[in-house]
Nanobody
């Protein structure tokens, strides 16, 4: 199975930016649709964004549309999440996930998960 490792989280002031990375092991990265989810304390894990295997199609939650951008580099087996105009309500543990096939917006549809990286946005 694939193994995913997120990085790039940290503490940032409201209005600032962070770029998360998710490195995927193996030689089959291009077979996976990728997604980012996040989970704040006391809340359910929620969908943030997903990208198709080729990168041609992307899907964003309304809460992040226009502020976050997902991209992938299949040659590097890596997916990225550029987060701009960050708000305190973006504070959460961000998880990278992979699934075979097309992107989905439901966490249970994903096959592999990273360990998460903490993003904290101060006001």
């Amino acid at each position: 199975q694939a193994q995913l490792v997120e990085s790039g989280g940290g503490l940032v002031q409201a209005g600032g930016s962070l770029r998360l990375s998710c490195a995927v092991s193996g030689r089959t990265f291009s077979n996976y649709a990728m997604g980012w989810f996040r989970q704040a304390p006391g809340k359910e894990r929620e969908f943030v964004v997903a990208i198709s295997r080729s990168g041609d199609s992307t899907y964003y939650a309304d809460s992040v549309k226009g502020r976050f951008t997902i991209s992938r580099d299949n040659a590097k087996n890596t997916v990225y999440l550029q987060m701009n105009s960050l708000k305190p309500e973006d504070t959460a543990v961000y998880y990278c996930a992979a699934r075979r096939g097309v992107p989905r917006g439901v966490a249970k549809e994903y096959d592999f998960w990273g360990q998460g990286t903490q993003v904290t946005v101060s006001s």
